[in-house]
């Protein structure tokens, strides 16, 4: 893909960020800007698993057991050695990628579904080994995790400026993931992707690749855990068990693993559909679960993948195995 | 990208439309509560709301209350958290910032409650919480005027009294039931946040009252075949099974031991005896039930059939946990009683006075908070005995913590 299409694509994302940002303009409610950096630590963790998911192929039911590393390691930091946020991020996103490499080295030796199990299965051993990890962990209350956030002297902990850090972060996300789909290492993620066995026919070490691209998404799910750790201020096992991974997986699913808007739309709608609608956890369920399978079935893109399809063809009038080309990277067009 | 922009700008406008500035009314005082009145949590979460409600009517209809001079009444804001920290934290975001209430109940959930507290604190919002397990950050520091939960208020017992009154409760009423004194207990417990809490202090309650206990069984939260647990369990040959602490989870794991023949009787936490009999339960062998802190089923405390008769009628529905309200429900008579004492709806002086009082409540003629501001009052036990007779006792909590 050429630079400047490539430029193009990231565009509408940022425009949209743009204006998230601009939220605060509009005076929105706290409850709107508490949910809306929660929905944000999750997108900042959707990316990575898009780079994993969408470009890779491979689908991990526990990403939140990385988010949790990430939090866990800012809150054990902060209270044993008095470390702060900033020094937090860059430690935490590297525990959360060296945990994912311990998981992935044995689970990617087997693939599809099996991976899929082995990964739900590290998720809950984590959550078994937080909450008995007596004082150290903080066992099954969790950890309080104190300090301000500041940022050039200013105290980040007001909700506002909170909410425009976590935009920023996702930005950042954003733009990292848009960089790994456009570079030649997301070209090679893509092939893998694709043919497994016509990749490695080519000389590209798949397994390598694969153990890579879970441990970059690592790094992504460890920035989330430290922003959610420092907003909530508590954080506990729970948090990062089996049922948020599986809301990690629908989220990105529903939202579109392979475009750049889709792990922001899956975070954006699956925090706020409830909040919308006044929907119960129960009929919040119901109606994720006819949604993954109205996009299973409908909308193998996802939303975004559907709503770009269906605008291109309904103003442009190209037929649809061309709106379709024009709405993924293809290698075809790299 | 024109169509992006136009889909990009009416979604920042429908954000923007969360938006709405905070109401105050001259006369009204609001206070808010957090519970979980959907998800995992609703059989407790939903007896905040109703056990405040009542209150916030009794006094209502009262005619309300006068401070300085002035009479307010009380308006009840309820968020429903969905079992979901985000949510909860999202509430108390709104009803600290948006709603400015003066007070928060909630929640029934520990982890939950622990972060709610980073806010209604630098907020300087009075918050009650009936977590025992609070106990682990309220301390002589954190409380003292300028700590960080200096307006932290725990309205549930400490979890040695807790646990003290209802293993002597549950002893005192088996013995006859058995015909022997019981000896040897095995405790099957949740394995969350809670219940290792909860169960470290059940554990050296018994052992206090001279009981011998082999082992602590953990089972996952969500757990419905209690079998391994109960073979385990039985094993041991106890004169007590102590099913610990969520009512729902022991009501299924009970028909598994009975059928089992797990042990000589059995204690369930946190059932109350109107749900045994509601569902027609019996069993072969003596069963204790506890309730947190008061029974509605049958009652030993003359002013609970009077309290649970109103807040039934307010048309709360029986549960499992029906009398969790009462942890919320005395303490908003508390705070009035707090602020007409203070003559003011300032913080402090507001925290000053809960300190000095002795309210007279349905669960005791004399609640008090302790220097860490923390309740203290016995908890009732009923036991049904084989043939269906219930019978209830409030042993008062001991004084100290067991030293082991």
């Not at chain 1, 939202?255 to 706020?272: K, S």
């Not at chain 2, 005082?29 to 009542?54: C, D, N, Q």
């Amino acid at each position: 893909m050429k630079t400047g299409n490539a430029l193009r694509s990231l565009l509408p994302v940022l425009v949209i960020l743009a204006l998230i940002a601009a939220v605060p303009l509009f005076s929105p409610s706290n409850r709107f800007l508490s949910l809306a950096i929660s929905a944000g630590t999750n997108v900042i963790a959707l990316y990575g698993l898009s780079v994993l998911f969408g470009q890779t192929g491979i689908l991990s039911m526990g990403h939140a057991a990385l988010v949790g590393v990430g939090a866990y390691a800012a809150a054990i930091l902060a209270r044993d050695f008095g470390v702060g946020f900033w020094t937090a991020l860059p430690v935490a996103a590297l525990a959360s990628a060296v945990f994912a490499m311990i998981v992935g080295i044995p689970s990617l030796r087997v693939g599809g579904h099996h991976f899929v199990i082995m990964t739900f299965a590290f998720g809950q051993l984590l959550a078994i080994v937080l909450t008995n990890g007596g004082d150290y962990t903080g066992a099954a209350t969790g950890l309080d995790i104190a300090g301000p956030v500041t940022l050039f002297g200013a105290d980040m902990s007001d909700l506002t400026r909170y909410y425009l850090m976590v935009v920023a972060f996702v930005t950042a996300a954003a733009v990292a993931s848009w960089a790994i789909i456009h570079s030649s290492y997301g070209r090679t993620l893509r092939a893998i992707r694709e043919n497994e066995k016509l990749a490695a026919s080519l000389g590209i070490n798949v397994g390598r690749h694969k153990i890579g691209a879970f441990v970059v998404s690592g790094v992504f799910a460890g920035i989330s855990g430290v922003l959610l750790a420092y907003f909530l201020g508590h954080i506990s096992p729970s948090q990062f068990s089996s049922f948020p991974s599986i809301y990690l997986a629908l989220m990105v699913m529903i939202g579109g693993a392979r475009l750049i808007e889709g792990p922001l739309a899956g975070g954006i709608l699956v925090a706020f559909l409830p909040e919308v609608l006044n929907l119960d956890p129960v009929q919040s369920r119901i109606v994720y679960g006819v949604c993954l399978i109205a996009v299973i079935m409908l909308l193998p893109d996802g939303l975004i993948g559907g709503i770009v399809r269906a605008l291109r063809v309904a103003f442009s009038g190209k037929p649809k195995q061309e709106a379709e080309r024009d709405a993924a990277p293809s290698e075809a067009r790299q | 990208m024109k169509t992006v922009l136009k889909l990009a700008a009416s979604a920042a406008l429908c954000l923007g439309a969360f938006a709405h500035p905070a109401f105050a009314e001259d006369n009204i005082v609001k206070i808010g509560v957090v519970a979980a009145e959907s998800g995992s949590f609703v059989s407790a979460g939903h007896t905040l709301p109703a056990g405040v409600g009542l209150a916030v009517k009794q006094i209502n209809d009262a005619g309300g209350f006068k401070v300085g001079g002035k009479t307010y009444k009380l308006e009840m804001v309820k968020r429903d958290d969905r079992t979901d920290i985000a949510t909860a934290i999202a509430a108390t975001q709104e009803l600290v910032r948006d709603v400015k209430v003066q007070a928060i109940f909630g929640s029934e959930t520990h982890d939950f409650t622990l972060a709610m507290a980073k806010i209604t604190q630098p907020a300087k919002i009075i918050h009650f919480a009936g977590n025992s397990t609070l106990a682990k950050i309220l301390n002589p520091d954190s409380v003292k005027p300028g700590g960080e939960d200096h307006y932290l208020f725990q309205s549930e017992p400490q979890e040695f009294q807790r646990s003290g009154s209802t293993a002597r409760g549950v002893l005192s009423l088996l013995e006859p039931l058995l015909g022997f004194k019981p000896k040897k207990s095995v405790m099957i417990v949740g394995n969350d946040a809670t219940g290792q809490f909860l169960s470290s202090y059940y554990y050296k309650a018994l052992k206090a009252e001279g009981q011998d206990v082999p082992d602590i069984i953990f089972y996952p939260p969500d757990t419905t075949d209690f079998s391994p647990f109960l073979t385990r369990a039985k094993s041991l040959n106890p004169d007590i099974i102590h099913f610990w602490y969520n009512g729902d989870s022991t009501l299924t794991a009970l028909p598994q031991a009975l059928e089992l023949g797990a042990a000589k009787s059995y204690f369930l936490f946190g059932v109350d005896p109107g749900i045994w009999k509601e569902k027609q339960l019996s069993a072969d062998v003596p069963v204790a039930m506890s309730c947190v802190p008061v029974c509605w089923g049958e009652s030993s405390n003359p002013k609970a059939k009077a309290y649970f008769d109103a807040y039934f009628a307010a048309g709360a529905p029986h549960g499992v946990t029906s009398s969790v309200s009462l942890l919320y429900h005395d303490y908003v008579h508390f705070l009035v009683e707090a602020w007409q004492k203070a003559d003011s709806f300032d913080p402090d002086k507001t925290v000053e006075a809960l300190l000095n009082l002795h309210h007279q409540g349905v669960v005791s003629d004399d609640l008090t908070f302790n220097p860490t501001h923390q309740v203290t009052h016995a908890t009732e036990v009923c036991a049904a005995a084989p043939g269906g007779a219930i019978s209830c006792a409030m042993q008062q909590p001991p004084a100290e913590a067991p030293k082991s």
